[in-house]
């Protein structure tokens, strides 16, 4: 990518202010004042680019590219995909998407459209080879934005009979589909693929290996039509590096195969700050920048962010004096090399019209939300030196997508929600605190290199992880798995012969039987070795029943008839150790446990001393050069330890000032060069 320091702007549309050239002017000067030196161009401009079937319109488009060229700003251009003109739903219905009760769909919103319609690709790789022809060689252009926050899925024909197709590759045979379905229960057997259909409302919603590969087929199908798209831009000559913005936690495509068809992972984050306490959020927020960074183990874009609230979240809560910069340097100290927005200039109608910008409706550069976009910038412009430096790991955890549809869709042992998503959050929470550096990872990626790896919830195995997980143990690796884990194929079979499976000697238990409780049930995890312990910990949702087979009970449960069972276990297994959780237990309970494993085990953290609870460390190196972040997510100043203090005056402070002698400034953020250690 070409280097402009770490890359700072937003989502920029001229098009809706094409009749009032004084506001582009006004952008320009806000801009560039501010210190942004990107912006993303075309996202939804297709309607302008080509009002008519075959009738083009760049010249507005490139007279804006040339102007912010010319005054410093490059651009990510972007296909316009995601939202398609009036004329091509009218002239060509199967481009509509069809959805699970086979509707047809009217034309509206965006990303309302079939991927795999013939139609759609001629008029996509079209408009992509326009753009390409004009932009390949023009040097402002930093990367191709490939359409917006792609998603949803489609059941046409077209896209029944893709469907099929894919099935029959990845089958061979109809009685290969069958078994693998286990479509023998309820008398389901198909005679031939053409018989398959997708999942649907009114029809068929039970079989849970159609469920599963429906899922995936929509994640194959969606990267193909990326695929389609820059190979229509390739085609023209345009190789400047390609992108799509992933979103927060989203279930509907499997980012780890998706994320293959792209240069850069970029994604949009819209944490809800202020709801509760800063730490927790930053937390989830830190997760999933970790988890889009581990996508390709290497720097990532923050290609949307909001200046203030959103309009679109239940309540549009303003960011406090001072997160904005916070909430931008997490996303640089997690290894973005970027910080955009949505958007630079607030549009003044329909369905955004009211969500966050660098530019007002007021239009002015005295506004309290401007004067802390240019102090973000400032920060940014001080930071040039960390763009394309890494993140490495000592810890993982393992949070898989396909693990996550297969036990949500699994019917039991808890409908009323599974909590896997907060179950991670708890195990990531824990490490952080710690003071370390986490990758968050598929079941696909290899173990290599790691001393700590986190495994909540791995119902559904595939991609051979039991075996690495076994070999990561036994070579000296520090594993914590938890309850429902190892129970089904890739297929969402169950295993016989007990569980976890493939994992029973190095875990030294055998699960018997899961109990689910109630809304507002709860046991408790009490002391099962040391006595005179005092520590107690509180579990809900769901409680695992194992049986010792070689492992130790570190804690047993308080209550129920499985009171005494064991509900923490410990087992040694070659050079390392293997822990298991075997309820949905509260975070104090991850925060000991990982805290334990630490000292017995000499995990060196990011750097000494206990860290506060509000703060968070995290590292991005280059060769020998380490590059130390510490944030503060509590507005007040909070004080560190004596060898945290001493550590940051031992390295070059090249961000942030202490408070005091001692502390760091609310909603502050340091940066500390120093020697990378080891």
């Not at 993303?40 to 760049?58: I, K, N, Q």
């Not at 049986?547 to 064991?566: C, H, I, R, S, T």
Request: aromatic content about 12%; some cysteine; glycine content about 8%.
């Amino acid at each position: 990518m070409k280097s402009l320091g770490l890359w700072y702007g937003g989502d920029y549309y001229p098009e809706q202010w094409l009749d009032r050239p004084e506001i582009a002017e006004k952008d320009l000067e806000y801009m560039k004042k501010a210190g942004i030196n990107t912006v993303t161009l075309g996202v939804f401009a297709w309607s302008f680019l080509e009002p008519e079937e075959g009738r083009f319109a760049f010249e507005w488009l490139m007279k804006e590219a040339d102007r912010l060229y010319e005054n410093g700003i490059s651009f990510i251009m972007a296909t316009p995909s995601g939202a398609r003109p009036k004329w091509l739903s009218d002239r060509y219905p199967e481009v509509l998407r069809v959805d699970g009760a086979r509707r047809r769909q009217l034309f509206g919103g965006r990303q309302n459209h079939c991927y795999t319609s013939p139609v759609y690709r001629e008029k996509v790789g079209s408009i992509d080879l326009e753009l390409a022809k004009r932009f390949k060689s023009h040097p402002g252009v930093l990367m191709w934005h490939i359409s917006n926050e792609c998603g949803g899925e489609c059941h046409c024909p077209l896209c029944q009979q893709a469907f099929r197709k894919w099935l029959k590759e990845r089958y061979g045979t109809i009685d290969n589909l069958n078994r693998k379905w286990c479509t023998a229960f309820w008398s389901h057997v198909y005679q031939s693929f053409e018989q398959v259909e997708s999942p649907s409302p009114i029809g068929e919603s039970m079989v849970h290996g159609l469920n599963l590969d429906w899922k995936r087929f929509v994640t194959e199908q969606t990267a193909d039509f990326a695929r389609w798209e820059i190979e229509s831009l390739r085609k023209a000559g345009a190789m400047q590096p390609t992108t799509s913005n992933f979103m927060y936690d989203y279930e509907g495509l499997n980012y780890k195969r998706y994320s293959r068809e792209f240069d850069v992972v970029s994604w949009d984050s819209y944490p809800l700050w202020h709801k509760k306490k800063e730490i927790l959020t930053a937390r989830d927020n830190g997760m999933q920048h970790d988890y889009m960074r581990s996508l390709k183990k290497k720097p990532f874009l923050l290609m949307e962010s909001s200046p203030s609230s959103t309009n679109w979240q239940g309540v549009s809560k303003l960011k406090h004096p001072g997160m904005l910069e916070l909430d931008s340097l997490q996303a640089v100290a997690h290894g973005s090399d970027s910080v955009l927005f949505f958007q630079i200039r607030q549009s003044c109608g329909s369905s955004e019209k009211f969500h966050g910008a660098v530019i007002d409706h007021y239009g002015g550069e005295d506004t309290r939300v401007y004067r802390e976009v240019c102090q973000t910038g400032v920060a940014l412009s001080s930071l040039e030196e960390i763009k394309g430096t890494t993140v490495f790991s000592k810890a993982a955890l393992i949070y898989d997508t396909e693990n996550r549809w297969a036990m949500e869709d699994a019917q039991g042992p808890r409908n009323l929600g599974l909590h896997y998503h907060e179950a991670a959050v708890k195990m990531y929470s824990a490490i952080k605190k710690l003071g370390l550096n986490v990758d968050v990872i598929s079941t696909e990626d290899s173990l290599e290199g790691y001393e700590l790896v986190a495994a909540p919830m791995l119902y559904l195995y595939q991609g051979g992880i039991e075996e690495k997980l076994k070999t990561f143990v036994q070579e000296g690796g520090q594993l914590i798995m938890t309850y429902w884990s190892g129970i089904v194929d890739e297929w969402d079979n169950c295993y016989l012969y007990g569980t976890p499976h493939g994992l029973m000697d190095v875990a030294g238990i055998r699960s018997m039987e899961i109990d689910g409780l109630f809304e507002g049930e709860c046991n408790h995890m009490v002391p099962a070795l040391e006595k005179g312990i005092e520590k107690r910990y509180e579990c809900r949702n769901l409680c695992d029943l194992v049986k010792l087979q070689g492992a130790e009970a570190m804690y047993v449960y308080e209550n129920d008839f499985y009171q005494g069972y064991p509900a923490l276990t410990r087992n040694r297994y070659g050079k390392g150790t293997a822990y298991c959780v075997c309820a949905d237990a509260e975070q104090a309970l991850y925060d000991d446990l990982m805290e334990t494993i630490l000292l017995e085990c000499g995990i060196e953290p990011l750097i000494s001393g206990k860290l506060p609870e509000d703060v968070e460390v995290t590292s991005r190196s280059s060769g020998r050069k380490e590059y130390l972040f510490i944030q503060n997510f509590n507005k007040e100043p909070v004080a560190l330890s004596p060898e945290t203090v001493r550590e940051i005056n031992g390295g070059e402070l090249i961000f942030g000032k202490l408070s005091g002698k001692d502390a760091i400034g609310g909603y502050k953020t340091l940066v500390v060069k120093r020697e990378l250690r080891g």
